[in-house]
Every structure is written in C-alpha cells, then in structure tokens.
C-alpha cells in the first residue's frame, strides 16, 4: 500500500513541472526581466521592449479591424472562389469545384475577358492621361498666378462631388464629353488611320475625357505637396548654370517628384478600378446579386469570388507595369556596371 | 497698375526708339517684352499660363454648369434645340418635385447622420493607429505597414459576400453600425489613406518635444493626447471632412448594406425616387424627358451640402496639404 501510494506521489511529483507548464501557458508573467503573455510574446523590459508594448498597444484596434474586416473575408472569399455556392434562403450549399469556376472565366463566360480587356486597354490609356494633367494643373497653380485660391477651389472641386449616382446621371446625359471634340472629325481622322485594337480606347479616352480628368483631384493635391517641397534655391541654382525652364522641369522637377508620381499612378489604378460605374465591378456585381442556377457554372457567389480575384490580381498586374515602367530608366547599364563593380570589390 | 505702367513705357521707350533708328535695339526690346529674360517673366508665358488655367478650369467646370443651367429648365427649354446654356425661365418646378418627393430635409438629415458618425470614428481610430506607426519601433512593424496599405488595393468586391454575410449573422445590416464598427477599428471607408496622413503628420513631429514631456513625467499616452493631438488639428480637420464626403457619397456599399431601412445615403435616395417615377411612364413618352431635368435637379440637390461645405472649409481642403502628409510618400 504504501509503495503504491508512494508510487502515484511520484508520478504526479514527476508531472507537476509539466502542469505547471501547462498553466503558464495562459498566464501573464512578470519576472525582473521580462513580461510575458501566453508563453509566446515576449517583451523585455528594455526601452526598446516598453517601446514595442506601447506601439503595439496604439496599432491594436487596427489588428482586430485587419482581422476581422479585411483578412478574414479575404481568406473566406478566396475559398468561397474554389466552390459552387448556391444560396437557400439561409444556409448555403456548397459543392467543391476547385479550379473550374476560374476556368470558366476563360473558358466559358461569354462576357468576362472581352469586358476585362477592354478595361485592361482603357486603364493602360487613361491613367498617364490622368497623371499628366494632375502634373500640369499642379505646376500651373505652384505658378505664382492671381487668384491662387479661386484656382484651387476649381481644381478640387471634383474630389467633393464626383460620386456613382452623379458620375452616372452626367453619363447618361452626355455631360462628360467635350461637345466642342465631337463637333471637328478628330476621332475619325483616328478612327480612319489607327487599327480599331488602339483605336477604341483612344476614342473612348476622347469621349470620356472629362470623367478621366475628374479623377485627377487627389493626384493634383499629391502632386502639388511635391512641387511646393522642392527648395527654390536648386532652381535659382541651376538658373545661374544657364538652364532653361525646360531643362530644369526634366532635371530638377521630375526626379524630385518621381516617388510621388509613383504614389498617384497606384492611386489612380485603385480609384479607377473600384470606382462604382466601372465595367467589370457592374458586372462581378450582377453575378453576385443574380440568382444562381444549379445546372451552369457561370453564376453564382463562388463564380463571382473568383472573377473578384482575376480582377483584383489583374489590377496588381496594371500597377507593377506602370511602377515598372516609372523604374526603368533608373535601371540603365551605367547604374547596373557601377552596383556589379562594387558588388565585387566588397568581396 | 504696375502691368499697364510697364505697357505704357514700353510704348513709349519704341516710340523714342524709332524717331532714333534704332531698330536692333527695338527688336531687342520686343523680346524682351514678350519672351522676358528668362521666358518665365514674359508676356508670352503668362498668356499661356492663364489660357491653360481657364481652358482647363472649364473643362472641370463644365459638367456642374451643365447640371445647374439644365435643372432649371422646363420642358419646352430641353426639347429646344436653340436653347442649350440659359434657360428661358427660372422654372423652380423640378426642385420642388424633387424636394417634396424625397421629403428632403429629413432625406438630409439622415444622410448627415450617416456620414457623421462614421466620419468621426475614423478619424479617431486612424490617428491613435496612425501615431503608433509613426512614434514606435516594435517588430513585424513593416509587415503590418505593408498589409495596411495592401487594404486599400483589395477591391470591396473580394470582401463583400463575406463581409455581407458576417453582418447578417450579426445582424447588422440596416443600422448605422455596419459602417461605424468598421470604421472604429481602422478598417472604414479608405482607412488606409486617413491612416497614412496621420502617420506622416505624427512623423514630423520633433522627438526632442516627446522626450522634454517625458522628463517631466508625461506618459506615452499623455503625450499622445497632451501634445500630439492638439498640434495634429490641421490633419484631424482634413480627415474629417474627407471621410465625411465619401461616406457622404458612398453609393455601393451602403446599396447594399442599408437595402430597406430608412437610413439611405442621399445620392441612393434621389437615384431610387428616380427610377420609380420613370418606371411609370413608358420609354420614350414626353414625361420621361422632362425626367433629365428633374433628375438634374435631384443631383444639385445631392451636392448642394457638400458644396455648402466645401465653401466654407475650403481654405482646409487645398491649403493644409503641405502641412499635413496627404503625399503618403
């Protein structure tokens, strides 16, 4: 009796580090040195550690919201992508289809790609136009003119009003093109000399320039920041050098301002292709709403997650072009020789 | 006065100059007049400025003007083809259509309602988010810098059966609370840009500040509150009313979380009046063109709030970039 009493004491005389463990493992620890949750995180009582603490503590509501607003539906609308999901009343019936429904884009739907081309050609067109004129309208107002304010209002203006609805109506009532463009045979003279694969965009540019020019607001102020950063005494500087103005926008202007022009091009991307009236949104957006039928694979929540995903990696694939082609010219053989010869002589 | 001066004696220094025969010196003097000494003070560049300013500020201000001259006219002045910018009469009607039919100051108020609220918990959750990535060091921090801003480049689109579904369990839907709880944790409307500028502003706040408030006892979070939030006025006003004209404008997300309650943003109000009233009459009937005009109407009434605010604010809007970090660089 007494060995075997002595024998349960030792086993659990043997497993009480191990308990003891266990319940650490949920606790909050204060040793001199360090705090620890749960056994995982870690601060020291450093500076640095406190400091970690504290920033975290600032960012912690942004973690929750990341996480249930942003990641979680990301991640579930990435699976809902790889399923045939037919909604009944409440519950929802699922059949796994893994990569069909992003086939079916391709393969079956008669709409998607032509839709997602044209918005691939009209994106590549309209946004250098979009950043140009931000670019020109924020020098003209860095200008010393009269009225600087009255300029600015105007300029502004569309950030405050352009919205879906109204967007729309000026659409439908033909507000958003130039009346004075149609009136001369521009767009013919295009339309006759250009094949209709560059030529379409082009005339959908000239048809709806006033919407594109709408969405430069934001760029402009982005912009105009830039400009009003730049220290005037590089230009009194380059001035007594004997540089002209146009020499000074490529050599000073431009490479000061190149991140930001980076900055508005993701801009632009992001607001054209969110923007509500766009083509391809119209269209995922009918899908989503539609009712699903159970014999064709082209409708439905789970066709409508994946067409969302081609067109979310899509747009990646428009801005990385751009930033690319920003980037290119800073990437010349003289740079790369020079990173290579100093590559070597570290070693 | 200065310009006509310098007209006036350009006059007459030519003048002078051609009783001399001194032609070389008046070609001279013509450059100099119209080219300047370094182009950039001519009287050619400053045409040029002013004629891209107009020809473009009309470009931008055309579709407004369109929208205004056009709400006003009845429906002989649309049918008319030789009446295109003025109408003949002031004609009131189509706001009142519009006015009575939406029930326009409670439609106002609501849609206020619902852009305030939001508005205000963004701005306060992005600039408690926006100072802890600007004034602390922790790991992972750029990991989670480059998440946030990847917030912004994922499409609603992708979120919104999920999300849809996550406020339907929770019963969320048609309440003020679909837009708030987001907005609170940082993850409203375009969160990631409100985000960015109160980092940039809290950025350039000096350390050697943070620090003398330390010595005398100050916590982080006193400083925060103490010294950080009273200089950041500027970034709080322009936050604010940024988040308050989108949430103000926002049409696709509040379509389709407030369907059938009575809080609808006002852009969906006047667009749903709308579609009822046309569905009435048949296509292509007499009072579906006299619609253009009402519609105009309804539009003018959307934005007429927002111009109102824009007017008075407008000094926040466009002269307090450079002092806060709109530039995300």
Redesign the interface.
């Known amino acids: 009796m007494k060995r075997f009493l002595n024998k349960v004491g030792g086993f659990f005389k043997k497993q009480l580090p191990r308990i003891a463990k266990k319940v650490k493992t949920f606790t909050v620890q204060n040793t001199p040195r360090e705090l620890i949750f749960f056994r995982i995180i870690k601060f020291r009582k450093s500076n640095r550690g406190r400091q970690a603490m504290i920033g975290y503590s600032f960012i912690l509501i942004w973690i929750i919201g990341f996480l249930i607003f942003s990641l979680y539906p990301v991640f579930y609308s990435l699976y809902l992508s790889l399923f045939k999901v037919r909604l009944d009343g409440a519950d929802i019936q699922m059949t796994f289809e893994a990569f069909n429904n992003f086939k079916a884009a391709f393969v079956l739907d008669p709409y998607f790609v032509e839709i997602l081309l044209s918005y691939i050609l009209n994106t590549i067109v309209n946004v250098p136009v979009v950043i140009v004129f931000a670019l020109i309208i924020a020098m003209l107002i860095n200008q010393d003119i009269k009225g600087k304010g009255f300029w600015r209002t105007v300029f502004f203006l569309p950030v405050i009003i352009s919205s879906g609805p109204i967007i729309g109506e000026l659409i439908d009532q033909g507000a958003t093109t130039l009346p004075s463009i149609e009136d001369y045979g521009f767009v013919n003279l295009i339309l006759d000399n250009i094949g209709s694969f560059l030529a379409t965009p082009i005339q959908n540019l000239l048809e709806t320039i006033l919407l594109v020019l709408w969405f430069s607001g934001i760029q402009i102020l982005i912009l105009l920041a830039g400009l009003q950063k730049i220290d005037r005494s590089i230009y009194e500087a380059s001035m007594i050098d004997g540089a002209s103005p146009w020499e000074s926008f490529w050599k000073i202007t431009l490479p000061s301002i190149m991140p930001l022009i980076s900055v508005s091009v993701i801009y632009t991307v992001v607001s054209m292709s969110v923007f509500s009236l766009n083509e391809v949104i119209i269209y995922i957006r009918t899908i989503m709403l539609g009712e699903s039928t159970i014999g064709t694979l082209i409708t439905g929540y789970g066709y409508s997650a994946a067409l969302a995903w081609i067109y979310f990696f899509v747009m990646v694939g428009i801005i990385l072009l751009f930033i690319g082609l920003l980037n290119i010219k800073s990437l010349n053989l003289k740079n790369v020789r020079e990173m290579r010869r100093r590559r070597r002589s570290r070693i | 006065m200065k310009r006509f001066r310098r007209i006036k004696t350009f006059f007459t220094d030519t003048v002078a100059l051609m009783k001399q025969k001194q032609y070389k010196e008046i070609g001279n003097k013509f450059k100099r007049f119209f080219v300047g000494m ?3 003070d001519g009287l050619l560049y400053k045409i040029l ?2 004629g ?2 107009i020809s ?2 009309y ?6 003007l ?2 205004l001259t ?1 709400s006003f006219m009845t429906m002989a002045d649309i049918i008319d083809v030789s009446v295109k910018w003025i109408p003949s009469s002031l004609n009131w009607e189509n706001y009142q259509l519009v006015w009575e039919a939406i029930n326009y100051p409670v439609a106002l108020k609501n849609a206020f309602i619902l852009a305030i609220f939001p508005a205000l918990s963004a701005t306060v ?1 992005s600039a ?2 926006g ?3 600007a ?5 992972l ?1 750029k990991l ?1 810098f480059v ?2 801003i990847a ?13 849809f579904r ?1 406020y339907s369990k929770y019963e969320l839907l048609g309440s003020l609370k679909a837009f708030i ?2 907005a ?4 409203g409307l375009n969160g990631a840009i409100f ?1 960015l500028i109160f980092y940039q502003f809290f950025r350039m706040i000096p350390k050697s500040l943070e620090e003398s408030a330390q010595l005398d006892g100050a916590s ?1 979070f006193q400083v ?1 509150l103490k010294i950080a939030i009273p200089l950041a006025v500027p970034s709080i006003i322009i936050v604010f009313l940024f988040s308050f ?1 989108w949430y103000y ?4 997300l509040s379509g389709l979380f407030l369907r059938g309650s009575d809080l609808l943003t006002l ?2 109000r ?2 749903q009046y709308i579609n009822n009233y046309t569905s009435i009459y048949p296509e292509g009937s007499r009072a579906r063109e006299l619609m ?1 005009a009402v ?2 109407a309804g ?1 003018v009434l ?2 007429l709030p ?2 109102i605010i ?1 007017f008075f604010t ?1 000094k926040y ?3 307090s ?2 002092r806060t970090g ?4």
Do not use: A, C, W
């Open positions: 370094k182009f950039t400025i002013y891209l300013l473009l500020g470009i931008y201000l055309y579709p407004i369109y929208m056009n959750s408690i988010i100072y802890g990535f004034r602390f060091n922790f790991p921090k989670l998440l946030m917030t912004f480049i994922i499409p609603p689109q992708i979120t919104m059966l999920p999300t996550m709880y987001p609170i944790l940082g993850q985000i982080h925060f004209v404008n926002e049409t696709y852009p969906l006047v667009d253009q519609k105009l539009n959307t934005i927002l111009l824009y407008q809007f466009v002269e970039i450079d709109i530039t995300g660089e």
